[in-house]
């Protein structure tokens, strides 16, 4: 008898043994709560204009819709754990835009980036997939998204969550010095130290820098961000979109005129040691939405990565209370 299969037959003898050892003790097998089909995300792609638009999707098809807005330089996996914590009571959609993300990321020859457009492909897949109202949670990128989504369809926006998105030029300080010389004169000097902002490290810093502990997040996230802004060609196009962000600036006055007119509820859940977004940025939302619910959280730009528990909580009491399931 070889040695293999002599170890290969005590394996299998302790096999029982190591079972018996895993089991869950009967109590806590009892206490598990199954999970609903509902509430598992789903991973899908549609094609709009002629484009591959990726989202991902969990809860009840009948439930009040939250869409869930990214940033850069990440994508809706930045919603990975929040959507399970809400999926059993509304039903979440988070799509990339293009050239993020699962979404296609055409040639800048053939495709216009800008956040008019990114808008416009959030507005078309909401209506590919019948939603005509719904909450919107905003994260950097996402603020002016959802914004302008706002502008073309206020009827539909039944409430807000803000987390360090930016509508007020308070909250544009000592970062955004070099974009604003990009945007008042778009010269290849102007533009190219903005590089900077697409290595490894300056992703990183958007994920630990203002943390408590750092330890906390997980170092995927700037490897997986990075690699797919290192995607050949895409540089030009984040670059241009650093330009574009100046569009958005333009329109504060009319997303503070849409707060003020709708006043739609609103939860501002703000990592307040942000060096992109800092508070200075969350507070002027109160001067047009007064009964916005502030909250300054001990975190950085991506609040979730650290605060996620805390943030999902406050957003399930908050749509608690703001939302039914009409």
């Known amino acids: 008898m070889t040695a293999f299969t002599i170890n290969r037959r005590l394996a299998l003898a302790a096999l029982p043994a190591v079972a018996a050892g895993l089991a869950l003790p009967a109590t806590a097998s009892a206490q598990a709560t199954p999970t609903t089909d509902s509430a598992i995300t789903r991973h899908r792609t549609v094609r709009i204009d002629g484009l591959d638009i990726f989202y991902r999707e969990a809860g ?80 950097d990128y996402g603020a002016p998204v959802g914004f302008r989504l706002a502008l073309k369809r206020p009827e539909r926006v039944s409430a807000l969550i803000v987390q360090n998105g930016n509508a007020y030029d308070e909250g544009l300080r000592e970062f955004w010095v070099p974009l604003k010389s990009y945007w008042a004169n778009p010269s290849a000097a102007n533009r190219e130290p903005l590089r900077g902002g697409l290595t490894l490290e300056a992703t990183r810093a958007q994920y630990v820098e203002g943390v408590a502990d750092p330890s906390r997040i997980d170092p995927d996230n700037w490897l997986i961000d990075h690699a797919l802004l290192a995607r050949p060609g895409l540089d030009e196009v984040y670059l241009d979109l650093f330009r574009d962000y100046g569009s958005n600036v333009a329109l504060y006055p009319q997303f503070q005129a849409f707060f003020r007119a709708r006043k739609p509820p609103t939860l501002i859940a703000w990592g307040r040691n942000d060096f992109i977004f800092p508070p200075e940025g969350a507070h002027p939302y109160r001067r047009d939405i007064p009964d916005a619910e502030l909250h300054l959280l001990d975190s950085g730009h991506f609040a979730l990565e650290d605060k996620g528990d805390e943030i999902a909580a406050l957003m399930r009491d908050f749509l608690g209370r703001k939302l039914s399931r009409s």
């Open 60 to 139: 009840p098809a009948d439930a009040p819709v939250l869409l869930l807005l990214h940033g850069f330089p990440t994508s809706s996996r930045m919603f990975r754990k929040l959507i399970p914590a809400l999926a059993d009571r509304y039903r979440l959609i988070a799509p990339d835009y293009p050239g993020f993300g699962h979404s296609a990321a055409p040639a800048r020859k053939d495709f216009t980036y800008s956040f008019a457009n990114f808008a416009d492909f959030v507005d078309r897949l909401l209506a590919r997939l019948g939603v005509a109202r719904f909450a919107m949670y905003v994260q």
